[in-house]
């Protein structure tokens, strides 16, 4: 089964709005959490990422806030630019397990100028 | 793309015919990755590597083989491809710290006829 779900799928978002993404997981054994941009014809790179020793992570413009209770994570795009329009994944892993990572189905975000 | 390097680039092949995409890395990192993407299903793991000659599958390995003789080096190979095997395929790297990432290459886009 599927142990991280994304959604949406896809996203618009006005320039200068907040683009938000969530991801779900199931397993309590999860301990790593990076989110990855990929453009079109390159591969996914990372973005930023969080333990779940903490709620929220901050890198720029980028935020991710982290709730373990519900198993939810997500990602908050602040003052979203037409550079930002990517496809975004989330990914869970832990250690011990050769870090697999195990990924989201993927948001395609649209910036409009 | 981290030192990582994937050939070919572009392949367009016939049903029927074996496969063999290479992946190559510089950083000496120990855990190889292969992934296919599809639209709506994210990045799925192929197999993956944790050392030379130490291979197993990952969660779509029906139709797939993969090698590894050196460190650096990491083939996968599609032994008779058919046209579901028509994908983007991705290498990954990662290391042995806690919570290394995943780095990417650039991907393989295969057709296959």
């Known amino acids: 089964q599927q142990q991280v779900k994304q959604s949406p799928q896809s996203l618009i978002v006005q320039k200068g709005g907040i683009s938000i993404i969530n991801c779900a997981y199931e397993n309590t054994a999860f301990d790593y959490f990076p989110w990855y941009q990929q453009f079109p014809g390159k591969g996914p790179a990372l973005l930023i990422a969080?333990?779940?020793?903490?709620s929220e992570k901050k890198e720029g413009r980028f935020t991710i806030s982290f709730n373990k209770s519900a198993k939810q994570f997500s990602l908050h795009i602040m003052d979203s630019q037409p550079g930002d329009s990517a496809t975004y994944f989330c990914?869970?892993?832990?250690?011990?397990?050769?870090?697999?990572?195990?990924f989201g189905s993927g948001t395609k975000l649209n910036v409009k100028p | 793309d981290a030192g990582i390097t994937q050939s070919p680039r572009h392949k367009v092949t016939e049903t029927g015919t074996p496969v063999t995409l290479r992946c190559h890395q510089t950083e000496n990192h120990r855990y190889m990755y292969w992934y296919r993407q599809d639209p709506g299903h994210g990045l799925r793991l192929i197999h993956y590597s944790y050392g030379v000659k130490d291979t197993d599958k990952g969660e779509v390995s029906d139709g797939y083989s993969v090698s590894r003789s050196k460190t650096e080096d990491f083939l996968l190979t599609l032994e008779s491809a058919t046209s579901s095997q028509t994908s983007v395929y991705f290498c990954?790297?990662?290391?042995?710290?806690?919570?290394?990432?995943?780095?990417f290459g650039p991907g393989t886009r295969l057709t296959v006829l």
């Open positions: 990914a869970a892993s832990f250690l011990g397990n050769f870090n697999k990572f195990y």
């Open positions: 969080i333990r779940p020793d903490v």
């Open positions: 990954a790297i990662s290391g042995t710290g806690m919570a290394d990432t995943q780095y």
